[in-house]
């Protein structure tokens, strides 16, 4: 299994641009999620998914889009960039519950606006 | 409101001395609670989760619900500990995928 995978590594947009960060997972996990990581803030959830077509606000959705209409997949799209949204984001996946509950990460992409 | 709060950015410590990081949460149920820890290079990964009561490479944790705590433990520090520690709540039972995550610290163990 490759887990969770995000595609690019590494991005740099100009303010304004538009991108779809993309993740996938090939665990067949009904829960996804898209969080981002800054400094000083931790990670903060910005929207998620508990399967195939429904998705949720997390607590930062603001300027962002997302969609589910496969199990695998899970984009996260920036309509019109701004500086503020220059982040390190990472996808994850769940499983479980209760004793086995775990969130799988990806390894990240790491995007700057300028 | 839900919230994690991990007071320390960074803890320096030598090798083989004692590691605690702190950590405590807001929450008025009864929340789940989870250690990950991202080394340098890697992705973030679960380290352990207070419902297992387990010990991972020699770290332990235990829930205190009167001091609303959940404080991350080791009792000789080594060199491979050095990462960004995270602790996390999940207020739902682990329904769904809903983590509060804290702001981390940083751990450096020094040789």
């Known amino acids: 299994n490759a887990g969770v995978t995000q595609t690019p590594k590494f991005q740099v947009l100009k303010t304004g641009q538009s991108m779809t960060l993309q993740c996938a997972q090939d665990?067949?996990?009904?829960?996804m999620s898209w969080y981002r990581q800054d400094p000083g803030m931790g990670l903060r959830l910005i929207h998620y998914?508990?399967?195939?077509?429904?998705?949720d606000q997390g607590e930062v959705p603001n300027g962002y889009n997302v969609s589910r209409s496969t199990t695998e997949d899970f984009p996260l799209r920036l309509l019109s960039a701004a500086p503020s949204q220059t982040s390190v984001y990472f996808c994850?996946?769940?499983?479980?519950?209760?004793?086995?509950?775990?969130?799988?990460f990806g390894p990240g992409t790491r995007l700057t606006v300028t | 409101a839900q919230r994690v709060t991990q007071p320390e950015k960074l803890l320096s410590v030598f090798k083989g001395a004692p590691v605690e990081l702190k950590c405590n949460y807001s929450y008025s149920g009864s929340p789940e609670l989870f250690w990950y820890v991202q080394y340098s290079r890697q992705r973030l990964q679960l380290l352990l989760r207070?419902?297992s009561r387990e010990s991972i490479k020699g770290f332990t944790a235990d829930l205190n619900k009167g001091e609303t705590s959940f404080h991350l433990k080791k009792p000789f520090a080594q060199e491979e500990d050095s990462a960004m520690y995270y602790c996390a709540l999940s207020g739902d039972g682990g329904a769904t995928n809903k983590l509060i995550f804290g702001t981390g610290t940083l751990l450096a163990v020094q040789p």
């Open positions: 998914s508990v399967g195939a077509g429904i998705t």
């Open positions: 207070h419902i």
């Open positions: 665990m067949n996990h009904e829960y």
């Open positions: 994850a996946s769940t499983v479980g519950g209760g004793s086995t509950y775990e969130q799988y």
